[in-house]
């Protein structure tokens, strides 16, 4: 966070303690199976119409059990892999991905091989998998150890593994799959849970955050509670069980108020009521004076001047009271008092508000490295997405979603969510622009954009258009991806919505 004092990087609760305890424009000169003379290509690597149409031909037949339908089908796919792959390194963004959602009319025979087919069509040589949404998971029911309950429940289907599905089914195309999940935002089944209420989120009313949003879907957790870190872990574990080429993690913030509060100029505001998080503040002093004049400033969302007095009449011994990252002003001269309360409360009481935004900054932080630390001890890739405006601060306060994007570390992939929309491009470059001017050399940025090819759709520019403007502004970016395959495949998306499962 591009304004806040947080130099207690420290995390409160040793986690890992925690942890051990729980081309150019086109593709090559392709041999399609039919017609190879006349196979052409198009920009972005994506393939010719007669290219796509022979291959859903061919699926279509080797589903009804055409034996020699299958083992050409496979043969293309395994063409088109080869072709993908080699266009993709030859031609910018060599990362050109797309976000999914699935559902269980998924799990009907053809349905995953007609959705990764037609991602490999389009170009895209990764595909980032929704696993953990709206307080559900894509985890078959006979083998989902977690609080949440899976996306696909239908009677017959509790061993299905949708998601490990998507990943062998994206493998066999070239495709690189990630899983991308929500972080802090636990969703509404969890919120809803008798035996979970003290690990929700909450502020000085004592509000969850179903009072500040407009999408009850949204339950955000105390990042500091022990029991949300133990249920995050865990699901953590499952999801890299199925060996993913990733893990994206989504909602890294606390929620956005609506209208007024989404800013926060008062600590009675911040995410910091929880009792974890109360109690993380509070240890956070250094003597007891510092206990003290915490304890007192988030009670009642001010330091006044008898609350110093008390505090000095408490604790004569000590000086100034002390917390983490605090360095207090140098003591008078021998022979001069020290100033009164009254003198020192203006700036007790600012270093008090900005430890307090700090404190809240460092819980997503932490919880962002609880869920990263599993996935990169595997090997495998870790990211977090973000807004780029969400670290900002506001007039005298903070953007209320605190997201300290910033400070997030260049070991994970940065995936800014550049979806500004203003009927032309400067306003999603000027997101990116930002994301590079903090990001540490080396970081890798993946930007992702909203739209559809070929057309300007919600008063965005076409994919195309952004694409080119980004390479622009921001070349040492290698990779671009695109919210979402439901935007480019509205009519498919509805039949994947509103089939019937036998």
């Not at 009850?216 to 990042?223: E, G, I, L, M, Y």
């Not at 009254?342 to 008090?352: G, N, S, T, V």
């Not at 405006?389 to 997201?403: E, I, P």
Request: aromatic residues 10%; positive net charge.
């Amino acid at each position: 966070m591009t304004n806040y004092r947080l130099r207690f990087v420290r995390p409160l609760l040793n986690w890992q303690r925690l942890i051990a305890a729980v081309v150019t424009s086109s593709l090559v000169s392709s041999n399609f199976w039919i017609h190879p003379a006349q196979a052409q290509v198009t920009a972005y690597c994506q393939l010719p119409e007669a290219a796509r149409q022979e291959k859903e031909i061919l699926l279509q037949s080797a589903l009804k059990g055409n034996q020699d339908a299958q083992n050409r089908y496979q043969e293309l796919l395994n063409r088109h892999a080869q072709q993908l792959q080699e266009c993709r390194n030859r031609t910018w963004p060599q990362v050109q991905a797309i976000w999914l959602r699935l559902y269980p009319c998924d799990i009907q025979s053809g349905g995953l091989d007609k959705i990764m087919d037609r991602i490999v069509n389009q170009g895209y040589n990764q595909v980032y998998v929704e696993v953990f949404y709206d307080g559900q998971v894509l985890l078959p029911t006979a083998a989902n150890p977690t609080i949440w309950p899976s996306v696909v429940r239908t009677p017959g289907s509790e061993r299905i593994d949708l998601l490990a599905q998507a990943i062998q089914k994206g493998r066999e195309r070239g495709l690189k799959v990630y899983a991308w999940m929500f972080t802090m935002n636990f969703g509404y089944s969890y919120g809803q849970r008798p035996d979970r209420q003290s690990v929700l989120a909450r502020n000085a009313k004592r509000e969850t955050s179903l009072y500040v949003v407009d999408n009850a879907s949204q339950v955000f957790v105390d990042p500091y509670n022990l029991q949300a870190k133990r249920d995050y872990y865990q699901l953590v574990n499952e999801v890299i069980r199925r060996r993913p080429d990733g893990v994206l993690f989504d909602y890294v913030r606390y929620p956005r108020g609506l209208g007024s509060a989404s800013v926060v100029a008062r600590v009675q505001d911040l995410w910091i009521y929880g009792d974890a998080a109360q109690q993380a503040l509070l240890q956070r002093a250094l003597n007891k004076k510092g206990l003290e004049v915490i304890r007192r400033y988030i009670s009642k969302g001010h330091l006044s001047v008898a609350d110093i007095q008390a505090a000095d009449k408490l604790y004569p011994d000590e000086t100034e009271p002390l917390w983490q990252g605090r360095t207090p002003p140098p003591p008078p001269p021998q022979k001069e008092a020290m100033p009164s309360a009254a003198q020192r409360q203006p700036r007790l009481q600012w270093e008090l508000w900005q430890l307090s935004v700090a404190h809240a900054l460092q819980g997503v932080l932490d919880f962002v490295a609880l869920g990263a630390w599993p996935v990169q001890r595997q090997g495998m890739q870790a990211g977090a997405v973000f807004f780029p405006d969400a670290n900002q601060t506001v007039g005298q306060g903070y953007d209320s979603r605190l997201q300290p994007w910033d400070r997030f570390p260049p070991t994970l992939e940065w995936h800014p969510m550049s979806y500004a929309a203003c009927g032309n491009t400067s306003c999603i470059t000027a997101l990116i622009q930002r994301v590079v001017k903090y990001a540490s050399p080396g970081t890798q940025i993946i930007p992702a954009i909203a739209g559809v090819w070929g057309q300007p759709i919600s008063n965005r520019p076409s994919l195309e258009a952004q694409m080119q403007a980004i390479r622009q502004v921001a070349p040492q970016v290698r990779g671009v991806s695109h919210f979402a395959f439901s935007w480019q495949e509205p009519q498919l998306e509805r039949e994947r919505q509103s089939c019937r499962l036998r």
